[in-house]
């Protein structure tokens, strides 16, 4: 009895767990969804090429920066500027809680990325868009998908 609970348990957290990496095209549905594609003139390859890049679409990955700030989720968005994880100071301009951001609905990830890619330097605000996303051919991103 014990044992078969602690079995369900362990599988219940493996599910939880994997359910928080998105697959491509369920990537490409949820930010279709929040109406980011087209959005600033960025289309849905700009989109997933850049959740890949920051986060492989990990909807849970936290990375800790040298200056003491972090990084939270698919957008890898950053606690200095955007978000508040009451870590360190916040400017929390997209205000809002940076764990809300590792949420797997991908609501206020696309809110706050909607906030950043407004400013004058749209995508190029992640550094690794920069330097892997702009100007290379992204339209591979969508193969196989439907967005139905
Ligand atoms: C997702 O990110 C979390 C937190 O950074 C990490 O612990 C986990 O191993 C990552 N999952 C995968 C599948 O890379």
Request: aromatic share 10%; proline share 1%; with cysteine.
């Amino acid at each position: 009895m014990t044992r078969a609970l602690l079995v369900s348990l362990v599988s219940c957290l493996l599910a939880l767990h994997q359910a928080r990496v998105i697959q491509r095209c369920d990537m490409a549905k949820l930010l279709y969804k929040e109406d980011l594609h087209g959005f600033e003139g960025y289309s849905l390859n700009d989109w997933l090429c850049l959740a890949f890049v920051e986060s492989k679409f990990n909807t849970s990955k936290i990375n800790e920066n040298a200056d003491g700030s972090f990084d939270y989720g698919v957008f890898q968005i950053n606690s200095h500027y955007w978000c508040n994880d009451y870590l360190s100071h916040s400017e929390n301009l997209c205000q809002m809680d940076c764990t809300e951001l590792l949420n797997p609905d991908l609501l206020s990830t696309a809110n706050c990325a909607k906030k950043i890619v407004s400013g004058e330097s749209g995508l190029n605000n992640w550094i690794n868009w920069k330097l892997h996303c702009s100007g290379r051919p992204l339209s591979y991103w969508m193969t196989g998908c439907s967005l139905a």
